[in-house]
């Protein structure tokens, strides 16, 4: 029964979209109150049912329904209940429920917490949510209903791919969304803003907030997928620069720009038909990002069964959604009116900079994602550009990125003074350049990459903590002065210091673990030992055993530095029993400052096996660094504009006047 | 004014080039159709590929292209980094095991270490490994990326070019074939 529930509530959640879609957007239009404020409750409507749909989706895994088809190709009665409630959206048709789901709450979010933005432009933001929720309600129910009966009802479902079966991947996907699915508020906002023709420094405070809340979810969301991907595909590495990693990792890059537009939007008035552009662009590589990979457009490891049909009802949906929207823009964006002037030497200037870095970044990468696809269409054959193109085109963005990134929070904003600027920084400057000659001096493999990773990490970390001590004035007034002054800080100073110094811990990690790596590829007998980085590993051998749904042959390694045991490792190769899928399981030993990492390879001659030693320096800093710019993010929301610092919008006269071009 | 319109169109249109490739892209059904390349039939271009080197040791030697002559070698262009390399290397091993034919591999902006780990975890079919580590030799051939495979005749002519894997329905009908009409 609850498969049917479910069912139906979906029906009505797309019924609801489809009102949330056309009476506010009337409303507004007609400055009609009734019909704006409809639009919330609609949302809110949209929300429950899509909600009661998820639930009861939810309900035939915990309870193994398997007379529903998707269960049954998605999950095992064997199966853990965490695995069971996570396989919901392991597959792509109960992935799309999240999806709709997580839409659904940003579009109530927007009417339950959008009392500070005007109403004619809330209708509007509402309205555009319900289309996009109407669009994948509908692609949902007529291409991928999750609740298709089977009949006859088998015994058992046919199992989770295992490689889902883990913590990490398990919490990937909902956070992944948050993001992408976040970012759906800042395109309404710019589809809103371009419907009115009016775009003012109030639309920059009020779409920096949920610009903000995405932003840090899908930061969250991309760390945990490479931390998956490094702890279990077994290949020592954090990014590898698949098509799906590629795929989050563009709309984080717009996102960022976006992030930084909205403060010149807001504060000068400035930037703001590229921000609306920033807006749209982001949502619209988020959408590419969700459903590429479905489209059967895009093939990588992590890729849902594809089926053409539901291809082309992605791509009508994706094209109407961004061609639609940059149609508009145009259309529209030429008459929005520019703001305020600055010299390019200015805070505006260098967030131009990041702007456009941001955005070449992306298109780079954008580029190398879709280029192996090009030569594909051609007929030519599936090659791939790899890590050679990224690492060259895409570190060389990153370095000024960085530089730029430090230097502005000193600038002030409208003129400034860049040698003055230098000069409060010139401690640093010397710091910097003499950590990256130690590095040059001590190390002569890689050493100008290394050079310029670690280099570029102290300039970030460096420039953050004396931009902080420069705001308090830290040793220049009095201590308590200084704890007053830290204290009374803006919570978006906060936030901000705490990101743009993660980034820098994120660099090192990323620096440390691709230029010091040491792997060691032998075959082991038991009683073998392997010296790694200081440590010895001692090799005792391997057991078969029988956890749960999946036998692993699972080694043993004793790890010891200068004769003292420190830990056991135990690696494994699994197969999971209904499929008969093979996953392999790293055993990792961190110390916060270095990993060590070993992996299980298969048998080699007699009693030996083939063994992978890695020592990863300071590679827990990359995730550590995605969790501190998370939280800078966060800290950054909670600042008191967002709540009650709504700005009057610019004042004009009230009579309804549709707003042409 | 009109050119400042025109910039504000340029998404729309950058998007819509896209959207129609990735239609066409659809539609086609990505049958693999055989683009002939400029270079088949033509003298293979001439290079010469220092050995691949790990540790001190020399693992294979390099790759002249004057050694081609008199021989029928296959030219494959691989990297360790590259998944779809990792597809066709149990058909690059059969073929290294095919009689009178010489194989020879092109490391392609790889970093030594990174190959010598590879072949040692998948095994090393190659008689010579050549190194291109910033990508010199490649344009010469006109590759797009890895994995490429040129079959050289034995008068040092290109003969037949595959882009992508040499999956095992490409190694039983269109390479086999080839290297048994070469050997006439």
Redesign the interface.
């Known amino acids: 029964m609850s498969a049917e529930i479910g069912h139906f509530a979906l029906i009505v959640a797309a019924v609801l979209a489809l009102g949330q879609s056309v009476f506010p957007m009337a409303g507004a239009a007609r400055r009609h109150g009734a019909l704006m404020s409809l639009g919330g409750t609609l949302a809110t409507g949209q929300f429950v049912f899509v909600s009661i749909a998820f639930g009861a989706l939810t309900w035939a895994f915990v309870t193994s329904d398997f007379s529903v088809a998707n269960v049954v190709q998605n999950s095992h009665s064997a199966k853990p209940l965490l695995y069971r409630i996570t396989g919901v959206w392991g597959n792509h048709e109960g992935s799309m429920v999240l999806w709709c789901l997580i839409l659904a709450l940003f579009g109530a979010c927007v009417a339950w917490f959008g009392d500070n933005v005007a109403p004619g432009l809330r209708a509007r933001v509402i309205a555009v949510q319900g289309m996009i929720g109407l669009a994948f309600l509908a692609f949902i129910l007529l291409t991928s209903n999750p609740f298709d009966r089977v009949n006859p009802m088998p015994a058992d479902g046919r199992g989770l791919n295992p490689i889902l079966q883990d913590p990490g991947l398990a919490f990937h996907p909902p956070l992944l969304y948050l993001g992408y699915v976040g970012f759906s508020v800042t395109f309404a906002f710019a589809i809103a803003a371009l419907l009115e023709g009016r775009v003012d420094a109030a639309w920059g405070r009020w779409v920096r907030p949920w610009a903000l809340a995405a932003w840090s979810f899908l930061t969250l969301g991309i760390a945990l997928g490479s931390w998956w991907a490094y702890y279990e595909l077994g290949w020592g590495g954090f990014w590898f620069w698949d098509p799906v990693e590629n795929a989050s990792f563009m709309p984080w890059l717009v996102g960022t720009a976006l992030l930084h537009s909205a403060i010149v939007a807001e504060k000068r008035d400035a930037l703001k038909s590229w921000s609306i552009l920033l807006a749209i662009l982001t949502f619209s590589l988020s959408l590419l990002g969700t459903f590429l990979v479905r489209s059967g457009v895009l093939t990588s490891v992590h890729t849902f069964a594809t089926d053409p049909e539901r291809g082309l009802f992605i791509l009508a949906i994706l094209a109407v959604t961004i061609g639609g929207a940059l149609a508009l823009y145009a259309w529209r964006a030429p008459a929005l009116k520019g703001g305020g002037l600055f010299r390019p030497i200015s805070r505006e200037g260098a967030l131009i900079v990041n702007n456009l870095l941001m955005t070449v970044a992306a298109l780079t990468v954008l580029f190398g994602t879709l280029y192996p696809l090009i030569v594909d269409a051609l007929g030519l054959g599936k090659i791939s550009v790899g890590p050679p193109y990224f690492n060259a085109t895409f570190v060389p963005l990153m370095a000024p990125l960085i530089l730029a990134m430090g230097i502005a929070p000193f600038l002030p904003w409208k003129r400034a003074d860049l040698a003055g600027a230098l000069d409060r920084l010139k401690l640093l400057v010397a710091v910097t350049v003499g950590a990256a000659a130690i590095v040059v001096f001590l190390e002569e493999r890689h050493s100008f990459a290394a050079a310029l990773g670690i280099g570029l990490a102290v300039w970030a970390i460096g420039a953050s903590v004396l931009e902080l001590a420069g705001r308090v004035r830290l040793f220049r007034a009095p201590f308590g002065e200084s704890l007053r002054r830290a204290a009374a800080m803006p919570r978006s100073a906060w936030g901000m210091t705490l990101a743009h110094a993660a980034a820098g811990v994120v660099v090192t990690g990323i620096t440390a673990s691709s230029v010091w790596q040491t792997e060691i590829v032998r075959v082991m007998k038991p009683g073998d030992r392997a010296e790694v980085a200081g440590y010895t590993v001692a090799f005792a051998g391997v057991q078969e055993v029988r956890v749960g749904n999946y036998l692993a042959r699972r080694g043993r390694f004793t790890v010891s530095e200068s004769g003292v045991a420190l830990a056991t490792l135990s690696p494994e190769k699994r197969v999971y029993l209904p499929q008969r899928t093979p996953t392999t399981e790293a055993a990792i030993r961190t110390t916060w400052f270095s990993d060590l990492y070993i992996v299980l390879g298969d048998p080699h001659g007699e009693g030996g096996h083939a063994v992978r030693l890695y020592h990863n320096p300071l590679v827990p800093w990359i995730w550590i660094g995605a969790v501190l710019m998370f939280l800078g993010g966060m800290v950054s929301l909670t600042d008191r504009r967002h709540r009650v610092g709504a700005p009057r919008r610019s004042v004009r006269p009230v009579q309804a006047r549709p707003a042409e071009a | ?1 009109p050119s ?2 025109l910039l ?2 340029a ?2 249109a950058v ?2 080039v ?2 129609a ?6 539609q ?1 059904g ?6 002939p390349s400029a270079l088949i039939d033509k003298p293979a271009p001439a290079f010469s590929a220092p050995g691949l080197e790990y540790n001190g040791k020399t693992i294979r030697q390099g790759v002249e292209s004057t050694s081609f002559k008199g021989r029928i070698t296959i030219l494959n262009f691989f ?1 360790s ?5 990792l597809v066709e290397h149990p058909q690059i091993t059969a073929l290294s095991k095919t009689p009178s034919v010489a194989l020879v591999g092109i490391n392609y ?2 970093k030594p ?1 990174d190959a010598a ?1 590879w072949l ?2 998948h095994g090393n079919p190659y008689a010579r490994i050549g190194v291109d580590p910033a ?1 010199e030799i490649a344009p010469e051939f006109g590759l ?5 495979t040129f079959l050289i005749d034995r008068v040092g002519r290109i003969r037949l070019k ?4 040499i999956t095992a329905q490409v190694l039983k009908e269109k390479i086999l074939p080839a290297i048994e009409a070469l050997k006439k």
């Open positions: 004014m400042r319109r504000y169109l998404p729309l998007f819509a896209i959207a490739a990735a239609a066409f892209y659809l086609s990505r049958d693999p159709r055989l683009l990297a980094w590259c998944t779809p390399c902006k790889d270490a780990n040692a975890r990508g797009y990326g890895v994995p490429e595959q882009v992508g894997p």
